[in-house]
């Protein structure tokens, strides 16, 4: 179980779609506790479960290649990267692999991290190293635009569609953007991938025994004009948001 002491922001804030707010470039990538358990997590599942959790197209190795100068470009302290590996918070060093660029930042982030790139009218999802999907499969969103992608959400109907749709259009380089979500979970699990043909189990917030929560960021890349979407997911226990909210 890889659960953090808290969420680093008032989950009760939780804004409608889009909800999105500036966000200060060195901020957008972060390390908190559970880095170590999360790391050793995302390193194993890379190594068992690949094709479940990467995948790139590719014509999108450009914009791999530059999303992974990006990020190695942004860490933060407790990094140390050289022109051949990266020696990570945990102690572990990660060999710099060009011909996986994905797959490399894997093992060195707690980010999940998606392309989407434009092709015709819309975004769509052209690479990602996703090991913490929270009820949703690559395999059945890779390649796909972003209305698509965002078919069994609710709250997401065709006036949403086109904001957000403006919104990728909109994200300059250098000015990225932030939002985040909370849902209650049964499970603590981070790895929680889930067909769109099952039913999502219901959960009462009351009693939930964890609360999920993604900080999602929007990042433009200037040179491929792809926009990165990463997200970093929080797990902790239920009690944890019961005491902050009551």
Known sequence: MILQDRIPYDIRQTPKLPGIKPLNPEDW???Y????????????LLDTRRDAVLALDTQALPAAWELSERVLSSLPEGFTVTERAVLC????TVARDDKDPLGTLGRIVQED???MEKRGA?????????CFPASWRLDE??????TAIHDPVDSYDDDIARRVQRLFDGVRAGHPLWRFNAFPYASAELHQPRYLSERRAEVDPRSAPYWRSERQC?????????VVFSIHTYVVQGTTVT???G
Request: hydrophobic fraction near 45%; include cysteine; proline fraction near 6%.
């Open 89 to 92: 918070p945990d102690g572990t």
């Open 29 to 31: 990538l972060q390390v």
């Open 218 to 226: 929007l990042v433009r890349l200037p040179e491929t004009q792809a």
């Open 141 to 146: 969103k890779f390649m796909r635009p972003m």
């Open 33 to 44: 506790e559970a880095y170590g358990a999360q790391m050793a997590r995302r390193r194993h």
């Open 113 to 115: 991290l998606c392309l």
């Open 122 to 130: 819309e975004h769509v999802l052209t690479g990602a190293v996703l």
């Open 243 to 245: 005491a902050e909210t």
